[in-house]
Each structure stands twice: as C-alpha cells, then as structure tokens.
C-alpha cells in the first residue's frame, strides 16, 4: 500500500537547513554590505587603485564589457582643469578603450597593470 502524501504534507517533509547553516542569499546580503562598508572608508586614491584591480581582473577574464565600464569611471575621475597628465591618462585610457573593442584583452591588461603600479607607487599604496 502507497502512501499518499498532500501538498502541504510534502511541502512539510523537505529537508530544512541545518542548524548552524546560513542561507546563500543571507550570506550574500552580508557580504555585499561588508564590502560596501569597506568601499565607502577608501580614500580617493585607494577608489582610483580598485578600479584599476578591476579591470585587470575583467581583461584577464575576457571581460570587455567590465573593463569598459571601469575605463569610463577611471575617464569620470580625471580632472582636465590644467592637467597635463589628466590628458595623457585619458590618452591612455581611450588607447585600451580600442585594445578592448578589437578584443585585444592582453594589451589593456597590460598598460593597466602599468598604470596600477605606477598609480601604488605614487601614493605608496599595495
């Protein structure tokens, strides 16, 4: 004889969690909310440094569409207003900008590695 099981009744007999256990989205939620904690006490320069982390991370992925949306916000950042070397960064900027679209990933990777080196150098940052 087959038992016959409700809905409810079934709904009732799946497994739970085990005690202890913390669901993914709880832990998610948490793990968003730290490391936007961790982000909102970066100074501007560490900000600049991430970004760079960034898009080296997405153009070693063949992330072209990460690496772009950080090259516009490294693009956002640059102060223009008397600034020589703001030019040259955009210069380089719009450089990797193509490397990307022509799905040269290794290339962008490459001068933002630089430029990340150069940039912790500059502000004696890791």
Known sequence: MTSHHTPAQQ???APQPMAGTIAPSFAK???DKYRNEQLMNL???QVI???YDTAIVAC?????????????QLIAALNFENN???LRLFQLYRYCSRCLRDNNHAVAA???EELRG???AAFNLK
């Open 118 to 120: 150069a940039w912790a």
């Open 43 to 45: 100074t501007p320069a």
């Open 11 to 13: 709904t009732a007999e």
């Open 29 to 31: 939620t948490v793990a």
């Open 49 to 51: 440094l991430k970004l």
């Open 60 to 72: 070693k992925k063949g992330d072209g569409q990460m690496a772009q949306n950080v090259l516009t």
């Open 84 to 86: 020589d070397i703001a």
């Open 110 to 112: 490459t001068v933002l």
